[in-house]
């Protein structure tokens, strides 16, 4: 589909083109951080409750103490978190019921990891292998099962090709699978290109104003699962599922990274586009590890083990939350607040792909 017919169907669903001119601490952390949060958005600082018009969002948050060992996850406990955490986020009876309504068994579901910050504070294998093993005991065939990021050679060093080899499942990198001419998310700002877009090395008018989705996502994936770390970066507050499911799917994105301006604009407009906002059946944030500065790199020493996973179906409510807590940290390690994007995720609201309102999310502690 077109950048045309998108920006139709943009229009009706979205309304957009109007709208763009330990456990108790754990706890009291994602509460005191919404409070931060929903003052840094222009909000009042009130309780997480909201009027009963207003439209929900719901974040199941599972947490074991114990899940955690020197910032290493202990498999097994992560595993049995991936279980309550989505027979709580279903209300299913079973696991294989649980999983099955989230994705059908013949569909060709992508885990879209972080992998570039690698297996530390990147999304962290065990939570990936955990939720592979779901979906494997809920019928799924290993070769409907992807691991996918960006670049396969960060997917090597964080250790997802061991993983792949260990349940018979693929791995794959969006730039590798080739860009899809046909699909793709248009912006007037002009790219400076590199080795690897689909334009690179083209002339003439309109080069470098396209960014193409990846044909893994338009062609091969029916469903995805984002599993996004909860870690800063420091224009769009979170590498969460907006600014990571985005980004990672297209190519020539070095333009929207310039400005946040750019960046607010871009990330929600290609998330809202059918391959990614409407195949999307599940979402992840892996807080074992709360990393509030360091971006893309390892930085312990500015990380709080959380020992929590939150799922939900809403992208913006977790991001959201990921927002609250590395705020909540910095303000407890005595660090500056980030000003980060903010339009970014008032955005995405804007665009209806989830509640932005910190007093709209209603979380549930398992």
């Known amino acids: 589909m077109t950048r ?27 509460t005191v951080g919404c409070v931060l949060l929903a003052s840094y958005f222009g909000h009042a600082a009130q309780p997480l409750t909201a009027p009963p018009q207003l439209p929900q969002a719901r974040v199941v948050v599972v947490q074991d103490a114990q899940a955690m060992e020197a910032f290493t996850p202990r498999a097994n406990l992560v595993h049995r978190m991936v279980d309550r955490g989505i027979l709580a986020h279903t209300g299913k009876a079973t696991l294989a019921e649980a999983w099955r309504s989230v994705v059908k068994t013949n569909d060709v579901v992508g885990l879209k990891v972080v992998s570039a910050p690698g ?12 939720v592979v093993q779901g979906l494997l005991a809920a019928g799924l065939p290993p070769k409907n099962i992807v691991i996918w990021d960006k670049q ?15 349940y018979g499942v693929r791995i794959a990198s969006a730039a590798s ?7 793709y998310y248009e912006n007037s700002l002009l790219g400076n290109l590199v080795w690897g877009d689909a334009e690179f090395g083209k002339k003439g008018d309109g080069i470098g104003r396209k960014s193409h989705f990846s044909k893994l996502v338009t ?16 224009l769009a507050g979170v590498g969460g599922h907006f600014y990571s499911l985005a980004l990672g799917s297209v190519d020539n994105t070095l333009r929207f990274e310039s400005t946040p301006r750019a960046l607010s604009e871009a990330v929600p407009e290609i998330f809202a586009l059918p391959p990614l906002f409407d195949r999307l059946a599940l979402c992840i944030t892996d807080a074992l590890i709360c990393q509030y500065q360091g971006e893309q790199l390892t930085r312990l020493h500015y990380a709080t083990p959380l020992s929590q996973l939150r799922f939900s179906k ?51 502690m398992k």
Request: charged residues 25%.
């Open 4 to 30: 045309a017919a998108w920006s139709v169907v943009s229009v009706f669903r979205r309304g957009w083109v109007a709208a763009r001119n330990s456990l108790p601490v754990a706890h009291a952390s994602l």
């Open 119 to 130: 297996h530390t504070s990147g999304t962290r294998p065990a939570v990936v292998a955990a």
């Open 152 to 166: 396969l050679v960060d997917l090597r060093i964080a250790g997802y090709f061991e993983l792949a080899e260990r």
């Open 177 to 183: 699978a080739g860009w899809d001419d046909k699909s």
């Open 219 to 234: 062609r091969d994936l029916t469903r995805h699962i984002s599993l996004a770390p909860l870690m800063n970066h420091n």
């Open 314 to 364: 809403d992208p913006v409510a977790l991001d959201t939350l990921s927002l609250a807590e590395l705020e909540a940290q910095r303000k407890r390690a005595g660090i500056p607040s980030t000003k980060f994007s903010a339009e970014l995720y008032k955005n995405a609201a804007l665009l209806e792909l989830g509640v932005g309102d910190a007093r709209q999310i209603r979380v549930e």
